[in-house]
């Protein structure tokens, strides 16, 4: 698996970003004695700080694990403020119901066991902020389930746009270098261009990232932190 950051230069950024209470510091705990990937304190922090700029009131998680994203995301909503989380492990689902609760945050959560495709068709949005953090091979179909209940001034984040176990990099690298940009692609079958050795994921990410970026309704930054996030900005 590709580095994003170097170990110190993700030390750098955890020691000069906002602190977690002691819950998070449990959770992170729990992900470094369990191997569960959270997306760590350095995107957590990120995530916050996109809530606050955006003044987001209501986000939906696709992939909640055991709370993790959603802990940050709640502690920069306001008091009436919104998220959904979603998870097809009832087990994780719990836990993150306790840590939420242990934070205070148990009366903004709503808590959806099951597929995170399934559920967001139940919901009319507005989201002002969505993560994607389900099946990598997924991506795409969560950006067109949810796309429409995203408001101008919103976003939408995906995790693990450079790395993972399962994403090739340089075949996402070279897919996004060669292939040109511009909404009259955006329809064109973007699978064309993979090649046929990559990974469902690898698949899923490179599909993705040319699809937001040739959105002509969203705006896309990949920002080179844990293992990458794909922020895209809706801006009509
Ligand atoms: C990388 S983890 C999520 C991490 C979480 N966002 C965090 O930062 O702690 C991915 C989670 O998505 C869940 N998942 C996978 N497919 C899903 C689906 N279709 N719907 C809902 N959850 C799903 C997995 O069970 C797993 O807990």
Do not use: C
Request: charged share 30%; no cysteine; net charge negative.
């Amino acid at each position: 698996m590709t580095d994003v950051l170097t170990d110190k230069v993700a030390r750098f950024v955890r020691a000069a970003g906002p602190s977690p209470d002691d819950t998070l510091r449990e959770m992170d705990e729990y992900a470094a004695e369990s191997g569960f990937p959270h997306v760590g304190p350095e995107v957590g922090g990120t995530l916050a700080l996109l809530a606050r700029m955006t003044g987001a009131r209501s986000v939906f998680e696709f992939g909640s694990g055991y709370g993790y994203s959603a802990y940050w995301f709640a502690r920069a909503l306001p008091d009436d403020g919104r998220i959904v989380l979603t998870e097809i492990d009832e087990d994780e689902l719990e836990m993150a119901r306790e840590y939420m609760q242990a934070g205070g945050f148990g009366d903004i959560a709503e808590y959806e066991l099951g597929d995170a495709l399934e559920i967001v068709e139940r919901y009319d949005g507005p989201f002002d902020l969505v993560l994607l953090d389900h099946q990598k091979r997924r991506y795409p179909e969560a950006f067109e389930a949810v796309r429409s209940k995203v408001p101008v001034g919103g976003a939408i984040v995906a995790d693990n746009a450079m790395t993972a176990d399962s994403i090739q990099f340089e075949t996402v690298l070279e897919f996004l270098e060669a292939r040109d940009r511009g909404p009259e692609r955006r329809n064109d079958d973007l699978t064309e261009d993979i090649p046929n050795e990559a990974t469902d994921a690898t698949r899923g990410i490179a599909t993705y990232l040319a699809t937001v970026r040739d959105d002509e309704a969203f705006e896309t930054t990949v920002l080179p932190l844990g293992e990458g996030i794909a922020v895209s900005y809706r801006t009509e």
